[in-house]
């Protein structure tokens, strides 16, 4: 019987559990890896986030994410990457049934005890073959043997794939989906961000050319974890940033929304502006240049639910969040409107527009231009 809240998935971590977790994870994940990284501070982090710390979060903000615009209960759910099985528990305790897929044997065979001693028993693994993502056809004929699925999960999947697989991936996924399904996109490090969080734990790395980067990524923090830069490609295996130019090119032709994105109340708290003022900016060339692009895309990482229509789409087809505000505004967002723009911390009266209008407050058509305000940055009553 598939467990339905978090009270019953962390009733099924014993400590037969952790034991039995920590030993695969050594045995299968982590073999080969460095002695300094064992004995790192990184190391303990890691490991409790594999056995645990990943599987609750899923458990206790992507679940509900998802279900705020999506009912999974009963569903054919397919995960592609499904790793070590920390984001598999979660959603199988809802689906009607989920089939796994990676390119790793040995994550599977984590995955798999990790499924067995959480009693999940309506999981199906899959191999698949390194070569899977080469064409949209080969994706499509790698996934679709299970039949349409109702959703697909993209977790911490698409940045380490090449270009061409990324487009091929998001092409044949949308192709086998069902009508009215969806794509969850989540973790996927956003190429417009200024900091790699991902990969190099460095400013502006995703912005660099392949060649470039290959070069200065003995400067990351992390360059003796991450080893040499043997390739190009080796970059992608590791982890590239993308942005909403692999969506366009991708789904062109294949009707497409996004219904749900990271500004939700379940994920806005996991990864704050560290920097407002960048996003802020960022959000107006969305405005000035992108308006037909979702902000969706702003976001440091591309935590996105794409819907395939069953439907014709209307010309504002795209969800646009209303809690974006909220996210970009941090200080002003807890603010009542109705105390006024003069209610504003300093830090916030850096605008020309807030300063005149500050030096009109005694004017007539300050209410005007205070309302005027509001609705342009969505702050209204």
């Not at 984590?110 to 499924?115: I, Q, T, Y």
């Not at 699925?149 to 940045?159: F, K, Q």
């Amino acid at each position: 019987m598939p467990l339905r809240n978090a009270n019953d998935l962390k009733g099924k971590i014993t400590k037969n559990y952790r034991t039995e977790m920590r030993k695969i994870l050594m045995e299968k994940y982590f073999k080969g890896w460095s002695q300094a990284y064992f004995e790192s501070e990184a190391f303990p982090a890691d490991m409790e986030a594999h056995i645990t710390g990943r599987m609750l979060e899923f458990e206790q903000h992507v679940i509900p994410w998802v279900a705020e615009v999506f009912d999974l209960t009963d569903h054919l759910v397919l995960e592609i990457g499904c790793g070590t099985g920390s984001s598999t528990i979660p959603f199988a305790n809802r689906a009607g049934q989920l089939h796994a897929y990676d390119i790793s044997e040995n994550s599977i065979d984590v995955s798999r005890l990790r499924a067995c001693l959480m009693q999940a028993q309506n999981i199906q693994f899959h191999l698949l073959d390194s070569d899977w993502a080469a064409s949209r056809e080969s994706v499509t004929a790698s996934l679709s043997s299970q039949g349409a699925p109702d959703v697909i999960l993209m977790i911490a999947l698409l940045e380490h794939l090449t270009f061409s697989e990324r487009l091929n991936i998001l092409q044949g996924a949308f192709n086998i989906l069902k009508p009215g399904g969806i794509i969850v996109i989540y973790e996927t490090p956003n190429r417009l961000n200024y900091f790699d969080w991902h990969t190099y734990l460095m400013p502006f790395a995703d912005w660099l050319p392949d060649d470039l980067l290959a070069e200065y990524a003995a400067n990351s923090s992390r360059a003796s974890a991450l080893g040499a830069i043997s390739s190009n490609l080796y970059l992608y295996r590791i982890g590239r940033g993308l942005s909403y130019h692999e969506f366009q090119l991708a789904l062109k032709d294949i009707p497409w929304r996004i219904i749900n994105d990271g500004f939700s109340q379940w994920l806005n708290k996991l990864r704050p502006p560290a920097i407002p003022a960048y996003y802020q900016a960022l959000a107006q060339i969305f405005d000035a240049h992108l308006p037909d692009v979702p902000k969706s895309f702003i976001s440091p990482s591309l935590d996105l639910i794409l819907q395939k229509p069953s439907g014709p789409l209307d010309s504002s087809h795209h969800f646009q969040s209303e809690r974006i505000n909220a996210w970009l505004y941090p200080e002003a967002s807890s603010i009542p409107v109705d105390q006024g723009i003069e209610s504003l911390p300093p830090e916030m009266l850096n605008s020309r527009l807030i300063r005149f209008v500050l030096r009109l407050q005694s004017n007539s058509i300050y209410v005007t231009l205070r309302d005027w305000y509001w609705r342009l940055t969505g702050f209204k009553k």
